[in-house]
DNA sequence: CCATCTACTTACCGAACGGTAGGTAGCAGC
DNA sequence: GCTGCTACCTACCGTTCGGTAAGTAGATGG
């Protein structure tokens, strides 16, 4: 099988297993479930796919690079500095709006424990991407004089993505506020203004 | 068998149980494996626990109690909001320097799927105590005209929450560069100056 | 028609899982 | 000694798990 090709029965796989993984976790999603939901046998299953381990990496790179796409594609659209953040920022609000399920389990796999995911899974470079793309741009701002060298990049870069992430954390964990191109204008005037009052 | 009295093989069995459901997270660690590393029997384990879920809700509540009186105490060590603010901070990271399992629990926890998790634990209150600590501090601190207000509290607390997060993430992830008061100093710092450089 | 391939199928495997039934050793109190 | 309790034990239960062996329907090409 072309791995371009479209195949409809595959594609009914990811998209039943996305839902049911992002519900249930890895552990919690039993091969069963998953060819119960497609409508397909378990043999079906493991024509398209080696394992379930392979399954799931396959959805979590579809997450990753389609983060990753969105990132530069924001950056770009960004004139400045404080816009290009603003606009990863909104990106990536926007991704959890559309992509709930894949983002969910981005986060899930990044913090479960190192024995509960087979060890063929693999996500830490495609993480490390992501940051360093918001890290370059950080140190662009400091070499062009916008942003402090008094902090390192990485301190920096650190600071807006933990600001960002805590918004994309908290709806994932508490859904309720889902956070919009306001919410990434107001972390990015946070961020490079500071909470202090002026006297 | 009384709440409150030591007893050595409910607290080996709680050892054991942590160090694996670190390792491994909750659908990977067996029954069976607890009891090996505990040198006891599977009924043995259910005298004092009633099920694998109190058993790990068990740990869960220690490690979200134990941070939350961390939290309290570094909040009254600190003479003005700044400071109190860096205690917290550093209290967060001696915690993970020195309960790292507990703390890999707790996120493993908040990010998991809904599904994978026994319905049975809570968490989320814990989560959120911990969370309003710092919120109220927040407002204390814009009602006494030392923060903006132009932002709500809680988008500032989820500011500094944010980063400080993200330190404590990186390291569950990645071990390799463990936060220190150096940290929690620039933290703050750069909560409460920003980012741009000054013209 | 036959051979080959693709895209599936039924039926099954051995291992592992959380939890339980029934029991017992040791101790304390009467 | 007997009773009751605590703190465990051996042996077992039914279910579920990821994956596999063997097979087949349908399409295509020679």
Redesign the pocket.
Known sequence: ?EPN?V????DKILAIALRLFADRGY?????????DGA??????????F????E?YQALLNRAHDERFRLMQAASARGKDLSGKLEEILNAHFAFLKSHRELVGLVYATAFAARGEM?KEIRYLDKCQRNFDLIRDLIRSGQRAGELKRAFTAEHLARGIFGMMNIHVQAELVQPGQKPSRKTARQIVQLFLEGAAART
Chains 1, 2 share one sequence.
């Open positions: 099988m090709v195949n409809a029965t595959r552990a919690g999603t039993s091969i069963q479930d998953i060819v409508r397909v046998t378990k043999p079906a299953l493991y024509y398209y080696p394992s379930k381990a399954l087979p």
